[in-house]
């Protein structure tokens, strides 16, 4: 079966909607058709500062929350970056065949950089990418399931892969990335010409899966729409209203176009209502999972023990052929 690998950051105390429906909902069914390996990423949360306990504990709440939302760790290999020494390794090689000018184009970090000042910023933050291609190459994953923003860093991640088999001889598969199209960009409930995000949204302007049922409601509740009063989809003049409509499509199945016509000639506020419930009925849940695997941490630790046992089978075998491709003299 093909393979597919992904990756979340351990960089908040929840997800939000925005990973969920641009990523993880997709790592579920995949699983049915694909070997799947699901990765919590610490290393890529230590590149923009950090606090040790409380990335520990993200670790595992991200742990618990893929495990709530449906990742079947007896069907997908869920594990802990760190966990998988390869993945570093990997990455040292990787950042010898990138070039300076080549990571200096990738519009995260550029955009990271503005708002930090780049005295502030890491060198970590700078190769961050490259870590995230050592992470897929290792596993040869043909698909990888992202959002919009990570498009950019998937491309790098092929162009590492095709100079690598270039110039040492085929060692890895060239990952296609795989992005839902209507929910590739979910936006800030505040601010939607931005997406989404841990790091840049107000906590406004995001829903988190672990939000109380009510705290979710009032934000949705008080999200910016736009002026005129129809509920229709039209990202670039209504992208508020546009937003929510994508969301609530995403949550129940029902196309935009359906929702169009259930909305016809009613106003924004009932809109707001019903996805505010739509939203607190597909939260509670997750959320109750999410606690129950939370309450034995010695559980979970097993379960990303046994993940990363066999990770590891799989990444030291690729790292052990790169090794030898590059000419490095074998250890005995
Ligand atoms: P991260 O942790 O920022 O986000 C996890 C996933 O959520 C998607 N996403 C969104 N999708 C739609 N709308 C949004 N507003 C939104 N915000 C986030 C992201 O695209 C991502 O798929 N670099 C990655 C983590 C990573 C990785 C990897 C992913 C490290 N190594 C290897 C894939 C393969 C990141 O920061 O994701």
Redesign the pocket.
């Known amino acids: 079966r093909p393979r597919v690998?992904?990756?979340?950051?351990p960089?908040a105390d929840s997800f939000?909607l925005?990973?969920y429906?641009?990523?993880?909902r997709n790592w579920v069914p995949l699983q049915d058709t694909h070997d799947c390996l699901y990765?919590v990423?610490d290393l890529?949360a230590i590149t923009a500062g950090h606090d040790p306990k409380v990335l520990r504990q993200r670790t595992r709440v991200a742990a618990a929350q893929l495990l709530a939302i449906g990742i079947d760790p007896e069907r997908s290999i869920l594990f802990v970056q760190s966990h998988v020494p390869a993945h570093a390794e990997l990455a040292w090689v990787l950042s010898c065949i990138t070039g300076f000018g080549e990571a200096s184009r990738m519009t995260q970090f550029k955009d990271k950089t503005v708002k930090q000042g780049s005295d502030r910023a890491s060198v970590g933050l700078f190769t961050?990418p490259v870590?995230?291609a050592a992470?897929?190459l290792l596993y040869r994953a043909h698909e990888?399931?992202?959002?919009?923003?990570?498009r950019q860093?998937l491309e790098l991640s092929r162009d590492l892969a095709q100079r690598f088999n270039r110039d040492y001889g085929k060692t890895f598969v060239v990952p296609e990335p795989y992005i839902l199209r209507d929910?590739?960009?979910?936006?800030d409930l505040q601010d939607p010409t931005s997406?989404?995000?841990?790091s840049a949204s107000t906590p406004n302007g995001i829903i988190e899966l672990l939000d109380e049922p009510a705290r979710s409601a009032k934000k949705i509740r008080s999200a910016v729409t736009d002026t005129g009063r129809e509920i229709v989809y039209d990202p670039e003049q209504k992208p508020g209203v546009s937003n929510l409509l994508t969301i609530h499509s995403a949550l129940t199945g029902t196309p935009v176009a359906d929702l169009e016509k259930q909305y016809e000639g009613r106003g924004y506020g009932d809109l707001k209502k019903e996805l505010g419930q739509v939203v607190a009925d597909f939260t509670a849940p997750i959320r109750e999972r999410t606690q129950a695997y939370l309450d034995d941490p010695a559980e979970l630790d097993k379960v990303l023990a046994v993940g990363a046992e066999k990770a590891r089978q799989i990444a030291d075998q690729t790292l052990r052929t790169v090794y030898d491709r590059v000419g490095f003299l074998p250890a005995r």
């Not at 690998?5 to 950051?9: A, N, T």
């Open positions: 690998f992904s990756g979340i950051q960089t939000h925005g990973n429906l641009g990523a993880l990765c990423v890529h961050y870590l995230m992470d897929i990888v399931p992202v959002g919009e923003d990570q860093h929910t590739a960009k979910i936006v997406k989404m995000s841990k």
